[in-house]
């Protein structure tokens, strides 16, 4: 059983990667506003995005255009109010995938059942932290308090002149952000981990009093305290 409980902590943990990076880690839902509505209608928009899509994009040069679009310094006072809670969302991301490798390495080479449950449910936590930093992050697209058109407006009258000036009136309103949030990717890893709590927690608690205590005070250290116990007892004689 004992291993059977590693092995089964081990493949849980090494399984938060593969959901990290395959599944849909950006949702977003976009309706057509301005002009785009009246050539549209009310035809929605979905976008879903694993980390390799992201990835394969950014290597096509498909999302070059974003740089211009979320350099921090030309974003509404309303977006550079709020970044700081993307950057925290990236961090609890990143902390989950650390916790992660922790826990795989106490399945491997430790029976510290506990640190496993404590880790399992930090990597939980970090999850829907990162759930929540992200929503605060969003709010103000999805609350209509960003013009995406305008944005990207105000670029081209920068750099177009005349033109620019009268695209950037053109586009103006044209999107709708109705969802844009972290997808089924950091609620899967979310439950991984506590699919890990729970199952040590039911090992844990199944084993014999002697089997704790075997945990608590290995074979080795045993040795150990005997030992130095009696070298204790030479030297107070």
């Known amino acids: 059983m004992k291993i059977l409980n590693r092995i089964v902590t081990f493949i849980l943990a090494v399984a938060v990667f593969p959901a990290a990076v395959t599944r849909i880690m950006i949702r977003i ?5 301005g002009l785009l509505n009246s050539v549209m209608g009310d035809t929605a928009i979905k976008e879903e995005l694993s980390v390799i899509d992201i990835i394969n994009y950014i290597q096509e040069g498909t999302l070059d255009f974003l740089k211009d679009l979320f350099n921090f310094d030309n974003l509404p006072i309303e977006v550079n109010a709020v970044k700081g809670w993307l950057f925290a969302s990236a961090a609890m991301l990143v ?8 826990i795989m390495g106490c399945a491997l080479f430790t029976q510290a059942h ?3 449950m404590g880790f399992s449910f930090g ?3 970090s999850c829907f932290l990162a759930m929540s930093f992200f929503t605060k992050f969003t709010a103000p697209f999805t609350a209509g308090k960003v013009d995406i058109g305008a944005i990207l407006g105000k670029n081209l009258e ?3 002149g005349i033109v620019g000036s009268i695209l950037s009136s053109a586009i103006s309103g044209v999107v709708d952000f109705k969802v844009f949030q972290l997808g089924n990717a950091v609620i899967t890893m979310a439950l991984l981990f506590i699919g890990i709590l729970f199952w040590t927690f039911a090992y844990y ?4 009093p002697e ?3 075997a945990i608590k005070n290995p074979p080795v250290k045993e040795k150990k305290v005997k030992a130095k116990k009696e070298k204790e007892a030479k030297a107070s004689k």
């Open 95 to 102: 902390l989950a995938l650390l916790i992660a490798l922790i």
């Open 123 to 125: 990597g939980a936590l």
């Open 158 to 160: 920068g750099t177009e």
């Open 29 to 33: 839902i976009i309706a057509p506003g």
């Open 205 to 208: 608690i199944t084993l014999s």
């Open 114 to 116: 506990k640190t496993v």
């Open 211 to 213: 089997a704790k205590a």
